[in-house]
C-alpha cells in the first residue's frame, strides 16, 4: 500500500471531504462543508488528502481540513491556520499514513500563516507531539449547577424525590452564592442580539486581556461563526449601557438541559461575570439544569467564575488542550512570548 498526501483549495475538495464525513459516527453534510471552508469572513479554506494505492487503484481515505483565523498575541496581529476535521478511514489508521498527511500539512500552513493550531483528540496528540507542535492552552469545563432534581435523581434513583429535595437546595443555594440574577443592574440592559453590529467590534479592540493571546472576534466573525451555522444555531446575549454601548457578550447553545457558552467576552471580568449572572438567570427560566463554559481561564476570569459559583468538572478525560506551532516567518519577540499566554474558548474551534 502506497500513501500520498496532498493538498487542494477547499472548493476542489467538498465530494471527497463529505463522502469521508459520512463514514464517522457524527456525519455533516455540504451546507457545513461550505459553511466551514468556504463563507468564512477571514478567508477560503483548505484541505489535505490522503490518497491510498493498491493495485494501481488509488482512493481517498482520509483528509484534514485547514481554516483561516486571525489570532492577536500581545497587540500583534497573525495569521492562523486552524486545524480540524481530521479523519482516516478504518483499515488505514496505522502511524505513517496519518503522520504523513499531517506532516505535509504542517509543511504547508507554516509557510503561508504565522501561527498553526488545533484540537487534536487522544489519538492524534502523538503524532502532533512528534512533528513539534506544542501545548499553548488548556481549555477546563466550568460548571454552574442551576437545578439540582437531576443530580440528586442520579443518587437516589427516583425523579419524584429528587424534586422534593432539589427545591430547599436550589433556594439554598442561591442565597448562599447567588450565581445568577434575573434582573440588570441599574442602568445597564441584557439584550439578545440576532445580528451582530458594530459594537463588537469595539468591543474587542476594547476588551479584557489585552496582553494575551486572543482569537479576533469582530462582528463578522461572530455572525458567521455562531448565528450563520447551519446546524447549531446560537443564542448571542450583549450587557449594554443607556448609551448602546456593548459592554460584554455571551454566546449560549443550549443541549437538553445543560447551557454550554460558547463565547464569552467584556471591558472587564465585572462586565463578563455579570453577564453570566444575568444568562444563568434567562436559561434557568428555559428549564436548564447547569450553565457550562469550556475555556482556558487566565486567574482573574477564573477568580471570578470561582465567586459565581462554578466549579470545574472533566469528567475524567481531563482538559482540552490547543496545541500550536509558530511558522517559519514568525519572528516577532512580542507575539511568541504572548502565544505562552492564552484567553480560549470553544470559539476557537474549527466548528
Known sequence: MKYEASGVPAAEAEADVVRLWNERAARANDAIFRWGYLASPVGTGHCFLLRATDNDV?????????????????????????????????????????????????????????LVYGFPNESAQPIIKRLGFKGMAHLLRYVLVLRHTRYIAARVGSKLAARALALPIDGYRRLLRPGISRRAPRGLTLQRFHRVDERFDRLFETRHFRNLTVGHRDAKLLQWRFLDHPDKP????????????????????????????????GVDIEAMTQILRLVGGVVRRQGCAALSFTCCAPPDLARGLDRLGFRVRDGGKGPRTLYGHAGDALSNARALSALEHWYATEADEDQ
Open 58 to 114: 488509488t482512493n481517498v481515505v482520509g483528509t484534514v481540513g485547514v481554516g483561516v483565523r486571525r489570532v492577536d498575541a500581545g497587540g500583534v496581529t497573525l495569521s492562523a491556520a486552524v486545524l480540524g476535521d481530521f479523519f482516516v478511514l478504518k483499515g488505514h489508521r496505522t502511524f505513517f499514513p496519518a503522520f504523513s498527511m499531517q506532516r505535509a500539512v504542517l509543511t504547508w500552513a507554516r509557510k503561508n500563516f504565522d
Open 234 to 265: 446560537s443564542q448571542l446575549y450583549g450587557l449594554t449601557e443607556r448609551t448602546g454601548r456593548l459592554l460584554a457578550y455571551a454566546v449560549v447553545e443550549i443541549e437538553n438541559d445543560v447551557a454550554h457558552v460558547r463565547d464569552l467576552l
